[in-house]
C-alpha cells in the first residue's frame, strides 16, 4: 500500500540554526499537506501544496513539492525555541477506486527540538 | 466557525473495561469525520472514517469500532479494552476532496 516516509526521525538543533526535514511517498501524490503538533497537542495544518515544482513560503518556513510529486520539504531558517514541536507530511490515501474520501497518510513525522 | 470537540481529554481504563469516546463538530454540516490513534513520539494510525450517518469504513482491524448516529456526531467505542489500546486518539474533520484536516484536542487514553 502507499507508504509516505519522513527523514529524519528526530533533529536537535540550537537556537538560530536552520532546520529541514524531508517527505517521500511510494506513490505520486495529487497534493500534499503539512501540519505542525506542538508538544501535548493537536496536528494543525500549515500549508497544502499541488502544484509540481512548487514553492510556498511563510515567514521563515519554506515547502517545496518535487518535480514528480513523489517528495517535499520544509525548510525552517533560523529556528526560534515556538518551532519546537512534530512535523508531518500528508498525501491523499485513495481507496482501491481511487477516491479519498479527504483520508491522509501522514508521514512519521520529524520531531523538533530546539536548545535555547 | 467551525469548531471541533472531544471528550472526555484524558482517560484511566482497567484492561477488559469498555470505552466510549465522543467527538462533535459546530459550525458546519455533512462533515467527512475521522478517528485516528497515535503512539507516543510516532506517527498517525486512521482507524475510522465516515462520509455521512450510518457510514462507517474501518482501516486496520482492531478492537475498537465507531459509529456516527448524526450528522456532526462520532463516536470510537470498545466493547473490551486490551493494554495495546492505549494512545492518543485523536478526531478530525474535513470537508473531502483535498481539503485539510481539523483536529481535536484528542483524548489520552492509558489502560491499566
Known amino acids: 500500500g502507499q507508504q509516505v516516509m519522513q527523514i529524519p526521525q528526530y533533529q536537535h538543533v540550537q537556537e538560530g540554526e536552520d532546520f529541514t526535514t524531508y517527505c517521500n511517498s511510494s506513490t505520486t501524490l495529487s497534493n500534499i499537506q503539512w501540519y505542525k503538533q506542538r508538544p501535548g497537542g493537536h496536528p494543525v495544518f500549515l500549508i497544502q501544496?499541488?502544484?509540481?515544482?512548487e514553492v510556498k513560503k511563510q515567514k521563515r518556513l519554506t515547502f517545496q513539492f518535487g518535480e514528480a510529486k513523489k517528495n517535499s520539504s520544509l525548510h525552517i531558517t533560523a529556528t526560534q525555541t515556538t518551532d519546537v514541536g512534530t512535523y508531518f507530511c500528508a498525501g491523499p490515501r485513495p481507496n482501491a477506486g481511487g477516491t479519498s474520501y479527504g483520508k491522509l497518510t501522514f508521514g512519521q513525522g520529524t520531531i523538533l527540538t530546539v536548545h535555547p | 466557525s467551525q469548531t471541533i470537540h472531544q471528550w472526555p481529554a484524558t482517560l484511566v481504563q482497567p484492561v477488559g473495561s469498555p470505552l466510549s469516546l465522543e467527538c462533535t463538530v459546530e459550525g458546519t454540516s455533512n462533515p467527512n469525520l475521522y478517528w485516528y490513534r497515535q503512539a507516543a513520539g510516532r506517527g498517525l494510525q486512521l482507524l475510522f472514517y465516515?462520509?455521512?450517518?450510518?457510514?462507517i469504513s474501518s482501516e486496520v482491524p482492531q478492537n475498537l469500532s465507531a459509529s456516527r448516529p448524526q450528522d456532526r456526531q462520532f463516536i470510537l467505542s470498545s466493547k473490551k479494552l486490551l493494554l495495546s489500546d492505549s494512545g492518543f486518539y485523536l478526531c478530525?474533520?474535513?470537508?473531502?476532496?483535498?481539503?485539510?484536516?481539523?483536529f481535536g484536542d484528542g483524548t489520552r487514553l492509558s489502560i491499566l
Open positions: 478530525a474533520w474535513t470537508h473531502g476532496g483535498n481539503q485539510p484536516q481539523h
Open positions: 465516515s462520509v455521512g450517518i450510518g457510514q
Open positions: 501544496l499541488v502544484k509540481s515544482g
